[in-house]
């Protein structure tokens, strides 16, 4: 058929720059390309889009889901937020995602009580938090802190270099430094900080 | 001596000496570069700081070679696309084909391999009473695509051997794999505070995946030939940086199918650039596209063989004057 094709497109003249001239077939080719074209095109945008977004949520930043009542009433169950990670060193009073995998394999949220070198009290009678001796202002914590359900195990701790001590906001229901399993935590287990609350849209804000 | 004259034997001893040295150095880094029950990184660690430097001297290496390497455009063809598709084809190669077809039997093996795996993880998510993390489906998808990637590649080693036209865009089956198994890596490490423990791999993936992409546009009239050639150096430097980790059985026969098809590209498209006469050779019509009238051995069709070579290129101005006046064409 190609042939007979070729045969019968002696009826066309060729064009001024000397190319076979066959309305039909050419029509055909060109769509055949433009398609191929234009699929190649798309996978194209798909992977670089996939490639550079990886690569923002792996060096730059991450969003990262809430699992828990850890840190209500300034995250929620559910609560998708902006985690920031490059160039980050964690501050104190700063709300961070990192990872203890002795304790475990997933992520989880809680703010920077002390930092390398400050000395932690806790006073559950008063339900305060020293450091450095000087009572922290903490109006961010849902409710008066109690002494949590796994008892009295980290109180009073000189927090070492280069190690931070976290809790959650909701101290009644927060597994964090005061717990032995988690302890006193490595800067290096931080992933980032919590930036802000994208979704769900009614918490959307800056933390 | 044509291997002499062509950058070939420079970038394949430079890639497989710079891969090596990253794999020593990987190798390396992980027995002395970490610490503790946790494996945490130790700061500014020697081995790290010294595979650090290595990739991004690497990266300098390529983009010079990549500077220097002679490409003669080959003629432009009856059709746009058609300029450049036959860059990497090899025709009668049975070596090239037989480490092509080697590539693709290594994905159709990794395909088993992570469905199985997937599946397992699919099964204990199911089952688990408050089910969290990762569920396997991604894996078992990155498996099912790797069956699909293991076809482009084979599509493209036939069409390479024979130097054909046809089916070279199949190579960006395997990108569209690796997509699913970027993702995969990526969701299962996401809460891994150590970058060191999956960035080798995830940079690797990604490699490949733009490898692919730019092969696949030397065929969709979007050559890079030159970046094309860069990326096949860094993907065969961070896949072997990434063999010297830990992985999965059907990670690693991914990995071993993009370090062979990078140097695939590292062994053929220099050559290919290189010689202009090589390239014309396949862009004579075939027969059914010849003139009205072209007999297959005409003295017309030999006079295009032996003058297209060595035909001046067209000006810039020229060059888009055709441009336009093909798509005025197509339209």
């Known amino acids: 058929m190609e042939k007979q094709l070729g045969q019968q497109g002696e009826g066309f003249p060729p064009t001024p720059d000397g190319r076979r001239n066959e309305p039909g077939r050419r029509v055909a080719g060109a769509e055949a390309r433009s398609t191929g074209r234009e699929m190649y095109q798309n996978v194209r945008t798909l992977v670089t889009v996939l490639a ?31 985690v920031w990670s490059l160039g980050y060193t964690p501050q104190q009073g700063d709300v961070v995602v990192l990872t203890k995998r002795s304790y475990q394999e997933d992520s989880i949220v809680k703010r920077v009580i002390a930092t390398g070198g400050q000395r932690v009290d806790i006073d559950y009678e008063t339900g305060t938090v020293y450091v450095d001796g000087i009572p922290l202002e903490e109006d961010y914590i849902k409710e008066p802190m109690q002494v949590p359900s796994y008892g009295e195990q980290v109180n009073h701790v000189i927090v070492p270099e280069g190690c931070l001590f976290v809790m959650g906001d909701n ?19 931080v992933i980032g900080r919590v930036v802000m609350v994208i979704y769900p849209f009614s918490n959307f804000g800056l933390l | 001596m044509e291997i002499k004259r062509s950058g070939r034997v420079r970038w394949l001893l430079v890639t497989a000496g710079l891969a090596a040295l990253a794999w020593i150095l990987r190798r390396w880094q992980l027995a002395t570069a970490f610490e503790g029950e946790l494996r945490l990184p130790i700061p500014m660690a020697p081995a790290s700081m010294a595979l650090g430097c290595t990739l991004v001297i690497a990266g300098a290496a ?66 688990s009473v408050a089910p969290t993390g990762n569920n396997g489906v991604l894996l078992m998808a990155a498996g099912a695509t790797s069956l699909a990637g293991c076809g482009g590649v084979l599509a493209v080693a036939r069409a390479c051997y024979r130097g054909e036209g046809q089916g070279k865009g199949a190579i960006v089956l395997p990108a569209l794999h690796g997509c699913l198994w970027l993702m995969e890596l990526y969701r299962g490490h996401a809460a891994d505070p150590v970058l060191w423990d999956y960035v080798p791999m995830l940079l690797a993936v990604v490699g490949g995946m733009l490898l692919y992409m730019d092969w696949g546009g030397l065929s969709s009239g979007q050559p890079r030939p030159r970046r094309t050639l860069w990326l096949a150096g860094m993907t065969a430097v961070l896949t072997a940086v990434a063999l010297a980790g830990s992985w999965q059985w059907g990670e690693g026969l991914l990995l071993g199918a993009q370090l062979v098809l990078a140097f695939v590209v590292l062994n053929r498209l220099p050559v290919n650039l290189e010689h202009p006469t090589w ?17 297959p051995e005409s003295a017309s069709a030999a006079d295009v063989r032996q003058t297209r070579p060595t035909q001046a290129e067209p000006s810039r101005g020229e060059r888009l004057d055709q441009d336009r006046q093909e798509e005025a064409s197509h339209e």
Not at chain 1, 57 to 81: K, Q, Y
Request: glycine share 10%; charged share 25%.
């Open chain 2, 279 to 295: 390239a014309a050779r396949v862009f004579i019509p075939e027969p059914e596209e010849r003139w009205p009238g072209e007999g």
């Open chain 1, 52 to 82: 550079v977004l990886i690569l923002l949520f792996t060096f730059v930043m991450r969003i990262i889901v809430v699992s828990g009542p850890s840190m209500e009433n300034t995250l929620h169950n559910g609560d998708a937020m902006l």
């Open chain 1, 171 to 189: 101290r009644n229901q927060s597994a964090d430094s005061r717990y032995l399993e988690i302890g006193i935590v490595d800067e290096r287990c």
């Open chain 2, 62 to 127: 390529f983009g010079l070679l990549a500077n220097i390497q002679r490409v003669v455009k080959p003629p432009r063809g009856d059709r746009r696309r058609d300029r450049w598709n036959r860059a990497l084809s090899a025709p009668g190669d049975l070596v090239g084909l037989g480490v092509m077809v080697l590539a693709a039997f290594l994905m159709l093996l990794a395909a088993p391999l992570l469905f199985r795996e997937g599946w397992g993880m699919w099964q204990a998510f199911r089952l």
